[in-house]
């Protein structure tokens, strides 16, 4: 399963300039019948999680959950498609106390 296409995240804490270590990233795929936990996992020193999908990718959405425990984003949630199964998709987030930013990693 390592060298299949999988969601990965990195977290960088904008306001120290450092990665954001010990947050807690739940991955759900969306579906008609409600959304269903497909990964989980918690960013290491560098801030990332390398592989948070810990099923087959599938296409169609998914949400990701960052549990920052901040002082004013406590929890941010971001729903985002995947049109091509076969290959990898990172989800970074930039992160202060009081603003966030996402992109389209690579």
Known sequence: MDDQPTI????????????AQGVEVVLYHVTPGGDREVG????????????LLETTLERGNYRIEFRAGGAFFVSITMVFRVGDPGRSY?????????????YRGS
């Open 90 to 102: 990172h989800v970074p987030l930039l992160m202060a106390p009081y603003s966030i930013a996402s």
């Open 40 to 51: 989980r996992g918690v960013t290491d020193a560098d801030g990332r999680i390398r592989r």
């Open 8 to 19: 990965s995240t990195h977290i960088l804490d904008t306001e120290r300039g450092v990665p």
